[in-house]
């Protein structure tokens, strides 16, 4: 029937959502051995998971290109010489002390910064081990004819979409920012947090009010 029908992605999507599987926890061991033998930030010939990479916005055609970067895991210790904190006991935290932005946030900022000429497109989990996340990168080229000529992907050759992973405006970088939701819930989290502080701390007196 149409309902058991399932093409060859759906079968690699549902694949992925049993990662404690025997097949995939040791598909995980191997890439991850061989991932480490890499750079931090190498491109990949092909996406390592093409049925996600596909719904963020990959395709299989020229101007399209995936890059491979690893972030080291856990919290990041305070920069303090000896731990000496000069402040007050609140402010004296050394260690527990966790980064602003996700892994993947900081994932595509490598890429982005190692192949200035592209523009980051999305970005997707592929493999962990104890010291490192392995994250890969979507980029896109803005200025090969097959971008520009393609009217669903046109927009990221914008001169406003330079950089958009180190402003916060991709999919990591937005769910960072608490720019998932909508409604009500989310009135503080828009324009952004530091732009909803100041337009309540700001006091406008009008001429005429």
């Known amino acids: 029937s149409l309902e058991?029908?399932?093409?060859?992605?759906?079968?690699?999507?549902?694949?992925?959502?049993?990662?404690?599987?025997?097949?995939?926890?040791?598909?995980?061991?191997?890439?991850?051995?061989?991932?480490?033998?890499?750079?931090n930030v190498v491109r990949a010939s092909r996406p390592t998971r093409p049925d996600k990479a596909r719904r963020l916005g990959y395709k299989a055609k020229q101007g399209f290109v995936v890059f491979r970067a690893r972030v080291r895991r856990h919290g990041r210790k305070r920069r303090a010489h000896?731990?000496?904190?000069?402040?007050?006991?609140?402010?004296?935290?050394?260690?527990?002390?966790?980064?602003?932005?996700?892994?993947r946030n900081v994932a595509e900022e490598r890429v982005g910064r190692r192949a200035g000429n592209l523009r980051v497109l999305n970005s997707y989990w592929v493999a962990q081990d104890a010291t490192y996340k392995y994250y890969e990168v979507i980029l896109v080229d803005p200025n090969h004819r097959a971008v520009r000529k393609d009217p669903r992907i046109n927009w990221i050759a914008?001169?406003?979409?330079?950089?958009r992973e180190m402003r916060g405006l991709t999919s990591a970088g937005r769910q960072g920012r608490g720019l998932r939701g909508k409604g009500h819930r989310y009135n503080k989290a828009r324009p952004s947090r530091r732009g909803t502080w100041k337009r309540n701390n700001t006091l406008s007196l009008r001429r005429y009010r």
């Open 4 to 39: 058991t029908a399932m093409g060859a992605y759906k079968y690699m999507e549902e694949l992925w959502k049993k990662k404690q599987s025997d097949v995939m926890r040791f598909l995980g061991r191997i890439r991850c051995w061989e991932f480490r033998q890499y750079p």
């Open 82 to 103: 000896n731990g000496k904190i000069t402040g007050k006991p609140k402010n004296q935290g050394v260690h527990k002390l966790k980064f602003m932005r996700n892994a």
């Open 158 to 163: 914008n001169n406003t979409m330079k950089h």
